[in-house]
């Protein structure tokens, strides 16, 4: 079993950056693909992005390529989402998510578990 809690979110101006952290617990994070999905008022929950359990491999959603960027701390346990130039349309709670499918896809399907996500908030 894996406890995940996000942190991180808030409120930013539309061009702005914020840093989601994912502290997991339990000694197993290094062997999961990691992941971020996220949703927005009224709308399904979907998927960000997607990494390795080593880091090497990372996938996203065309909407957050070229201004997401997802890492992972394995010593710390720790997952991360760097988001830069961000727009209106990223407003949405974001969840952090282990144990995605392997291989990973370029749109995996959700692992089995899920932190409480943070709200990010981005104004015009």
């Known amino acids: 079993q894996v406890q995940l809690v996000e942190s991180g979110g808030g409120l930013v101006q539309a061009g702005g950056s914020l840093r989601l952290s994912c502290a997991a617990s339990?000694?197993?994070?290094?062997?999961?693909?990691m992941g971020w999905f996220r949703q927005a008022p009224g709308k399904e929950r979907e998927f960000v992005a997607v990494i390795s359990w080593s880091g090497a491999t990372t996938h996203y959603a065309d909407s957050v390529k070229g201004r997401f960027t997802i890492s992972r701390d394995n010593a710390k346990n720790i997952l991360y989402l760097q988001m830069n130039n961000l727009k209106p349309e990223d407003t949405a709670v974001y969840y952090c998510n282990g144990d995605l499918p392997e291989p990973i896809t370029a749109v995996p399907l959700p692992g089995t578990f899920w932190g409480q996500g943070t709200q990010v908030t981005v104004s015009l």
């Open positions: 339990g000694r197993l994070f290094s062997s999961y693909v």
